[in-house]
């Protein structure tokens, strides 16, 4: 959705909500491609993201273009009205310290990848009976689609933090201390810009998918 791209743009670029910083995944569901023109940024797992989240939002179904900020607010992704009002009261919640850093002697460990050292400290209280999950995103900026079916057709959109892998690094539960360490390595897929390219660390509950902090990493140069 043009609108919605245009939105997540500026948030991004401009950082236009005092005291928040505006840190974009965009997560490409798969379900439109049966109309013929399939996304080529999609995933089927984002897609599965997206059913979780209606879940928790106790939605019957899902839509696009959707915005969800922190994991607990919902709206239509071409409202910047709303999505400013999300990101300024989602600024006031108590969040996560995130770390992120070249890990030690990178060349020696993995010349084909970009190892990272990560430490998460003082992570809010993880709601009782609900599971942290520590997450890495590798986001990808400056990308554009071609778009030969359905309403876009014959327009070239353009993208800004697209998800290009998603993984689960670890958990922590609302019993154990708040620190997580770890130090995953980055592997560049053909076909990605590596001055492009950023990691986001962020740490997320499983059930209400409340997000308890994140911290983004810029992958170029390293």
């Given at each position: 959705?043009?609108?919605?791209?245009?939105?997540?743009?500026?948030?991004?670029?401009?950082?236009?909500?005092?005291?928040?910083?505006?840190?974009?995944?965009?997560?490409?569901?798969?379900?439109?491609?049966?109309?013929?023109?399939?996304?080529?940024?999609?995933?089927?797992?984002?897609?599965?993201?997206?059913?979780?989240?209606?879940?928790?939002?106790?939605?019957?179904?899902?839509?696009?273009?959707?915005?969800?900020?922190?994991?607990?607010?919902?709206?239509?992704?071409?409202?910047?009205?709303?999505?400013?009002?999300?990101?300024?009261?989602?600024?006031?919640?108590?969040?996560?310290?995130?770390?992120?850093?070249l890990a030690p002697n990178t060349a020696a460990k993995k010349p084909d990848g970009i190892p990272l050292l990560i430490r998460v400290e003082n992570i809010p209280a993880v709601s009782p009976g609900?599971?942290?999950?520590?997450?890495?995103?590798?986001?990808?900026?400056?990308?554009?689609?071609?778009?030969?079916?359905?309403?876009?057709?014959?327009?070239?959109?353009?993208?800004?933090?697209?998800?290009?892998?998603?993984?689960?690094?670890?958990?922590?539960?609302?019993?154990?201390?708040?620190?997580?360490?770890?130090?995953?390595?980055?592997?560049?897929?053909?076909?990605?810009?590596?001055?492009?390219?950023?990691?986001?660390?962020?740490?997320?509950?499983?059930?209400?998918?409340?997000?308890?902090?994140?911290?983004?990493?810029?992958?170029?140069?390293?």
């Amino acid at each position: 959705c043009p609108p919605a791209d245009a939105v997540l743009i500026e948030l991004e670029k401009t950082q236009p909500v005092p005291g928040a910083e505006v840190i974009a995944l965009g997560e490409h569901v798969d379900y439109w491609n049966r109309l013929g023109w399939t996304d080529p940024y999609s995933d089927a797992g984002f897609s599965a993201r997206q059913s979780e989240y209606a879940q928790a939002f106790g939605r019957d179904g899902v839509y696009t273009p959707q915005m969800i900020v922190d994991g607990q607010t919902e709206f239509v992704g071409s409202h910047m009205n709303k999505a400013r009002e999300a990101i300024s009261n989602a600024a006031r919640a108590a969040k996560a310290t995130v770390q992120v850093s070249l890990a030690p002697n990178t060349a020696a460990k993995k010349p084909d990848g970009i190892p990272l050292l990560i430490r998460v400290e003082n992570i809010p209280a993880v709601s009782p009976g609900d599971t942290a999950e520590v997450m890495l995103a590798i986001t990808e900026n400056d990308l554009h689609s071609q778009v030969s079916r359905g309403e876009n057709a014959g327009r070239t959109l353009r993208h800004i933090a697209v998800v290009r892998q998603l993984k689960v690094l670890g958990t922590v539960n609302a019993a154990e201390a708040g620190t997580f360490h770890s130090e995953p390595i980055v592997t560049i897929v053909n076909g990605w810009k590596r001055d492009n390219l950023r990691a986001v660390i962020f740490v997320q509950e499983r059930a209400s998918r409340r997000v308890l902090g994140a911290k983004p990493f810029a992958l170029t140069g390293k």
